[in-house]
């Protein structure tokens, strides 16, 4: 519960570009039922790793919800934007 609280303190604090700059998460979640799996994040944020994934996925389900989202954008935009 520690890490998905830490997880949404740093989406809502971080400046609006970080959160929204990788995609939108309806934009991932290509089925729109509101989860975005492995597959959608992969085929829509391209080089996200699984331990990215894993990490950002806090309580462990396999999919990433908006707050764990939030998480995924960060660290792509960090990390992935640029390669």
Request: aromatic content about 6%.
């Amino acid at each position: 519960m520690k890490l998905k609280t830490t997880i949404l303190v740093l989406a809502l604090l971080a400046p609006a570009p970080l959160v929204a700059g990788a995609s939108s998460f309806s934009r991932v979640d290509e089925d729109a039922n509101g989860a975005i799996t492995p597959q959608e994040a992969k085929s829509n944020l391209k080089g996200l790793s699984d331990v990215h994934f894993n990490k950002c996925d806090a309580d462990r389900n396999g999919v990433l919800d908006k707050g764990e989202f939030g998480c995924v954008s960060m660290i792509y935009d960090r990390i992935y934007r640029d390669r």
